[in-house]
């Protein structure tokens, strides 16, 4: 049977009092502030034009509100899912950059958070490795390669987003901007993936 062409609008949450502190926050759930529940309106009117079919989130709340701010637009069915969360830190939860270059050292958080190639190895005391994160959650969209719906919107991380992205990019390819609310395209289409973005309107 052949596989039915799908694209994913991939986006991230909206902005949180951690994230202006720049703290780490994986699995850690923090809200939405009221910048970002702002940053999530506005992204469901930039995604109300686009034939989404169902949302699928990120139970995380931050990305769970984005999520619901989005579906309210259009009316659409969200299902939570633990799948969709950001890399699990460890030890650096909550932790600032400053203080996590301090503790672990300036290269370990440059190849963590750049997406260089030992960073797949690389994970937090506690925590998840990069690869670990990245088969989780590209186990996940692959399987929704055998549902029904054909436009699908996934509600995530700046980490996961950057991490799933990037492992259908070409080898070497420069690191993605992932700012709060921004939405990238990933399609399914002949047995290729490919990625756009990031999606301006």
């Known amino acids: 049977m052949k596989m039915k062409s ?7 949450h909206g902005q949180t009092d951690w994230n202006l502190e720049k703290r780490c926050q994986g699995h850690t759930d923090i ?18 034009n686009y034939p989404i079919e169902v949302i699928y ?12 701010l989005v579906a ?20 650096a939860e909550g932790l600032t950059i400053n203080e996590i270059t301090r503790k672990f050292g300036e290269k370990f958080w440059h190849n963590f958070r750049f997406m260089n190639e030992e960073a797949m190895n690389l994970g937090f005391p506690g925590g998840e490795t990069r690869a670990q994160s ?37 080898d070497g390819s420069e690191s993605l901007a992932i700012p709060n609310c921004v939405v990238y395209e990933l399609k399914f289409e002949a047995g290729k993936w490919s990625v756009k973005g990031p999606l301006t309107d």
């Open 72 to 91: 309210a637009e259009s009316d659409l069915m969200i299902i939570e899912t633990p799948l969709l969360r950001e890399t699990h830190m460890g030890e």
């Open 31 to 48: 809200p939405l502030n009221s910048h970002g529940r702002n940053e999530a309106l506005e992204l469901a009117l930039r995604l109300k």
């Open 6 to 12: 799908k694209t994913f609008l991939i986006f991230r």
């Open 57 to 68: 989130s990120s139970d995380l709340s931050r990305a769970l509100e984005t999520a619901r």
């Open 134 to 170: 990245l088969k989780r959650l590209k186990g996940f969209v692959e399987s929704l390669l055998e549902i029904d719906e054909e436009v699908i919107a996934l509600s995530t991380h700046g980490g996961s987003l950057r991490s799933l992205l990037h492992s259908f990019l070409p």
